[in-house]
T-cell receptor, first 116, second 112 residues
């Protein structure tokens, strides 16, 4: 079954620690995305990558870092510089460049990060 | 500044009736619009999309209407079912492969 796997599902972190959230896809998609969900604020884009070894900042990139060394993988590191890291994090992928049609994202099940 | 707005945080509808979820946008460069449905602690799932060259797209019980001059779109669900109770997100992008911007969501409750 093709899909997106996010791990861990739940993660607890002490203040001052960096954590890395994993995102793996076997859909052969070129583009991958990280969103953050907070109550009442919907999904906000953190980083996205349209091709291996390239990525762009989204609307709320401060305090986060990513890498895209492989097509299948797009890990997100939440650094100690992120002031309010407690949130639900969603990874998504899409085919990337298309001649027509909407950019339909496929999402993973999410990772909930809680800072203690 | 939010480029995609959903001004109703919540909506309650009786089972069998029509649900109408609204969305407004500010970026006139948006050419593609999508609706996603999300249950708690799960990832969103794609429902339906529409491009700016159309004003209506229908898929079963779901219909999306686009009014480009008003920068407004709506999702109609007919008839509404209890399983439709979820958070609905409106989203938009400028091209068929560009980043997708989401609205804050509307929580729909369908009452049996």
């Amino acid at each position: 079954d093709g899909g997106i796997t996010q791990s861990p599902k739940y993660l607890f972190r002490k203040e001052g620690q960096n954590v890395t959230l994993s995102c793996e896809q076997n859909l052969n998609h070129d583009a991958m995305y990280w969103y953050r969900q907070d109550p009442g604020q919907g999904l906000r884009l953190i980083y996205y990558s349209q091709i291996v070894n390239d990525f762009q900042k989204g609307d709320i990139a401060e305090g986060y870092s990513v890498s895209r060394e492989k097509k299948e993988s797009f890990p997100l590191t939440v650094t100690s510089a992120q002031k309010n890291p407690t949130a639900f994090y969603l990874c998504a992928s899409s085919p990337g460049y298309k001649l027509s049609g909407a950019n339909v994202l496929t999402f993973g099940a999410g990772s909930r990060l809680t800072v203690l | 500044d939010q480029q995609v707005k959903q001004n109703s945080p919540s909506l309650s509808v009786q089972e069998g009736r029509i649900s109408i979820l609204n969305c407004d946008y500010t970026n006139s460069m948006f050419d593609y619009f999508l609706w996603y449905k999300k249950y708690p602690a799960e990832g969103p799932t794609f429902l339906i999309s529409i491009s700016s060259i159309k004003d209506k797209n229908e898929d079963g019980r779901f219909t999306v209407f686009l009014n480009k001059s008003a920068k407004h779109l709506s999702l109609h669900i007919v008839p509404s079912q209890p399983g439709d109770s979820a958070v609905y997100f409106c989203a938009a992008s400028e091209t068929s492969y560009d980043k997708v911007i989401f609205g804050p969501g509307t929580s729909l409750s369908v009452i049996p």
